[in-house]
């Protein structure tokens, strides 16, 4: 019995699945998925098997062609017997149109995928403390908290506080959080902040310390902290007030 082409066709199959569940979901973490393996693989088995319905439903309702599922059953044992040659020779009159088939089918599970994690994130159905929550909760902690994404309205700016242990002394950094990256494993790599200052804490409990200016502003565009350095992470959210 020859294996090969059998696990070829399963993996044909089911690959819509892992596609789109992978663009839907997106973790920060790369290096080692949370989900459970056997969920995350019955989920993947679970899409491919509706994405694949649907594809042969839409290939008999708008091609002239017709899904034989009795000569895929026949190739995926893998049994040579009778019909089997046949089976093999309707297929390969039919590549082109089957090869068009799976890369429509992977192409439709890569845009659903995204389409459908962007109108979850358009709506907010995600955001913390709403009764959908529960379900379409991503596992991306780091986004929801340096973007205030569970604050009842956006913020029009995060400003951060980083305590930074630099030739021995504790500096408090404080700027506008610019945009942020993360390491494969889902922790923080470093923040770029803009417009930033710092004060040594050691000289709050100075007599001589000026309370009313105790930050020194930083000169630059950009002021890159890495994570490997932060004590501490301050996180205050910004918002601009009207003016009647």
Known sequence: MNIALPTVILFLLLLPGFILQAEFRRPERT???????????????????????????SVEIFTPWIVRVDDLLLLMSG?????YADAVTRVASHRNAIAAYFLILYFAAFLVGRA??????????????????RWFRFDTPWYYLLNGYDADTPPDGVLVAAVVEVGGSAQL???RLVEFF??????????????????????DASETFDQKN????????YFVIWASEMRTLNVHYLRLEEVS
């Open 214 to 221: 105790r930050f020194y502003p930083i000169r630059g565009d």
């Open 182 to 203: 993360l390491n494969p494993d889902g922790s923080i790599d470093r923040l770029v902040l803009e417009d930033v200052s710092r004060r040594e804490i050691s000289q």
């Open 31 to 57: 290096v080692l998925d949370t989900l459970p393996f056997s969920r995350s693989i019955t989920n993947a088995i679970l899409l491919a098997f509706v994405l694949n319905g649907l594809g042969s439903v």
């Open 173 to 175: 950094y404080l700027g």
């Open 79 to 83: 049994d040579r017997a009778v019909g």
């Open 116 to 133: 459908l994690r962007g109108a979850i994130t358009h709506f907010r159905l995600d955001r913390d403390g709403t009764i959908l929550s």
